[in-house]
């Protein structure tokens, strides 16, 4: 598995181009009116970056795919409105959000961390699915498999945002969100994450919607990008278009192109 993500070259053909679609979203917290109205949608099986300054609205954005901001406009997963829906419809919707600061429940093993990622899978034919997809999580994190036993707290930062995608991915989800993967990480871990990630949306066709700080690693790994200000989309294309446009990732991103090439 590559831990150096190099970049990709092209979306994956897909025959759902609207597989996710967001048409005029609007969405905040009571007076604060933060998103302005957005519009852009995700092809089945993309990893889709949504960059931006502080505040622009990126958390917002992914919490309001996931039901935990109320949002008006419209957002479809394959033709499946979810606006108006809770958390829990949304995760059983196959949306899984994996929130800044990750979540994980300290006194628990890493096991049960991961298991409570797949509560909404009961019964007994159900059963050997989990424990063949716990198998697969491990595979994908074997540094949780050496642990897994171990308090979910007593692991590091990279090991427990594993846990939380690795949780978030027990939901076989259809839509995976991640919120800022990297915060707090060491480049190291960063890269060796996004390799798990990008391997992830490989093997599994699993949709991926990541926003990112670091918007050069998300730029590495996605296939389209979108670039939020103050609510609104200012810029969307494809990854590497925008990444190879020098202009483009200096002026919104704040990416040097010039110590990149250095580097
Ligand atoms: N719970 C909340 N209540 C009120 N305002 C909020 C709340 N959460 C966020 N905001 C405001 O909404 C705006 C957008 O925040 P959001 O977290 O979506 O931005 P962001 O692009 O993810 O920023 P960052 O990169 O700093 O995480 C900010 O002005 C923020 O202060």
Known sequence: MSGTATGRTEAPASEEPDFLEVRGLHAGYGQARVL???????????????????????????RALSGMVRGRGS???????????????????????????RGTFNDL?????????????????????????????????????????????????????????????????????????????????????FGIVRAVNEEERTTVVVVEQNAQLALDIAHRAHVLEAGRLVLSG???????????AEVYLGVSVRSRKAG
């Open 36 to 62: 302005q109205g957005l519009d852009f949608s995700v092809a089945r099986g993309e990893v889709c970056a949504i960059l931006g300054p502080n505040g622009a609205g990126k958390t917002t954005t992914l």
């Open 75 to 101: 957002v479809t997963l394959n033709g499946t409105e979810l606006l108006g829906r809770s958390p829990e419809q949304a995760a059983r919707l196959g949306v899984a959000h994996v929130p800044e600061g």
């Open 109 to 193: 093993t890493v096991e049960e961390n991961l298991r409570i990622g797949a509560h909404l899978r009961t019964g007994r034919r159900n059963r050997a699915a989990v424990t063949a997809d716990l198998e697969r999580i491990y595979d994908y994190f074997p540094a949780l498999r050496r642990r897994s036993r171990q308090a979910a707290g007593s692991l590091s930062g990279g090991e427990q945002q594993m846990i939380a995608i690795g949780r978030a991915l027990m939901l076989r989800p259809a839509l995976l969100l991640l919120d800022e993967p990297s915060l707090g990480l060491a480049p190291l871990v960063t890269r060796e994450l």
């Open 238 to 248: 494809p990854a590497r278009e925008i990444r190879e446009d020098g202009q483009v």
